[in-house]
């Protein structure tokens, strides 16, 4: 079956980093979009990154553009989401799905707090 798990997420202070992994299964992964998404408490889930398959790039939201790095090792099935010069407003349970427009399987969530 489709599995997603991302790891790495945790409290980190303003201005640090943190690198989040989804390990994918259950599917030819290199076929696929990957997409990250996040969702902060009381506010809609909003797609952060999509990176896309066979080298075709990666998108951003505007709002982590040029801090966020998306990246994928088709060889090990794993999509990443490199997370720097971290704010407050950042903090949220971030997810990976199969899929970027419609995903049709996501990760359980791997919460991310930025604090001091």
């Known amino acids: 079956q489709v599995q997603l798990v991302e790891s790495g997420g945790g409290l980190v202070q303003p201005g640090g980093s943190l690198r989040l992994s989804c390990v994918a299964s259950?599917?030819?992964?290199?076929?696929?979009?990957i997409g990250w998404f996040r969702q902060a408490p009381g506010k809609e889930r909003e797609r952060v990154s999509c990176i896309f398959t066979y080298g075709a790039g990666t998108d951003y939201a505007d709002s982590v553009k040029g801090r966020f790095t998306g990246s994928r090792d088709n060889a090990k099935n794993t999509a990443y989401l490199q997370m720097n010069s971290l704010t407050p407003e950042d903090t949220a349970v971030y997810y990976c799905a199969k899929g970027c427009n419609t995903p049709d399987y996501w990760g359980q969530g791997t919460q991310v707090t930025v604090a001091s």
């Open positions: 259950g599917f030819t992964f290199r076929n696929y979009n």
